[in-house]
């Protein structure tokens, strides 16, 4: 199987290449039966979408465009969503298993008690998103995506790797961070730092970490005064 890694971080892609599985073309993600398998669902423009006790297995979604997305109590293994444009999305009470969001606009989402095991976020914008209770049970990438002013809130994030995003005004609250690795990321304006414990960096983003957390305390530094 194919792996995408960064450092210490592997993350099993979805199988779609292997001998015998073909791909089927459909024109809707909800299955009828509550389970669609081995498809390829393209260029979707929705006004809605809403799909509730969906299993979606091995499959390739592109080019979707959706006004308002409600996804709830969805299965999704082995797919490959890329290129699409999922505004005001809420995607609930679901589990996601090897599975790749590439270059996709995820903005203003709001994930809520998702788990993640072996997914890939690549080259994906989700600015002003909130992730509530987010386990990731297995390695979770996120690459080359813009973060800015997304909150992450009560969740596992232990096995998380996010390189070369942007953490613009990127928020931490509550939730366990052990063994989240924020190396190849600028971290002078993280929020909630108190929530960091046990993260790992590089030596030299400390000092990032510090200008985060002096923009955070509201420091007043004395020579300021001192020059009034």
């Given at each position: 199987m194919d792996t995408r890694t960064i450092r210490r971080t592997s993350v099993t892609l979805p199988a779609l290449d292997e001998p015998g599985l073909r791909l089927s073309p459909v024109t809707s993600l909800d299955g009828g039966r509550g389970r669609v398998a081995g498809f390829h669902y393209a260029d979707g423009d929705l006004r809605a979408l809403d799909l509730a006790d969906v299993h979606l297995l091995d499959g390739r979604v592109t080019g979707l465009k959706a006004r308002r997305a409600h996804l709830e109590k969805l299965r999704v293994d082995s797919v490959e969503f890329t290129g699409c444009d999922l505004a005001s999305l809420r995607w609930t009470d679901s589990r996601i298993s090897r599975a790749v969001f590439r270059d996709s606009r995820l903005m203003g989402a709001m994930f809520e008690d998702v788990t993640l095991d072996d997914v890939l976020f690549e080259n994906c914008k989700l600015d002003h998103s909130v992730l509530t209770r987010v386990r990731a049970t297995g390695p979770v990438i996120f690459s080359r995506c813009s973060l800015r002013e997304t909150t992450f809130a009560a969740a596992d994030l232990g096995r998380v790797l996010i390189d070369g995003c942007d953490l613009r005004l990127t928020e931490f609250e509550g939730g366990n961070h052990r063994g989240l690795d924020l190396r190849?990321?600028?971290?002078?304006?993280?929020?909630?730092?108190?929530?960091?414990?046990?993260?790992?960096?590089?030596?030299?983003?400390?000092?990032?970490?510090a200008d985060a957390l002096t923009t955070e305390l509201a420091v007043t530094f004395g020579e300021d005064l001192d020059s009034d």
């Open positions: 190849g990321n600028t971290l002078s304006q993280l929020r909630g730092l108190s929530a960091l414990k046990r993260i790992v960096i590089d030596r030299a983003q400390s000092l990032q970490l």
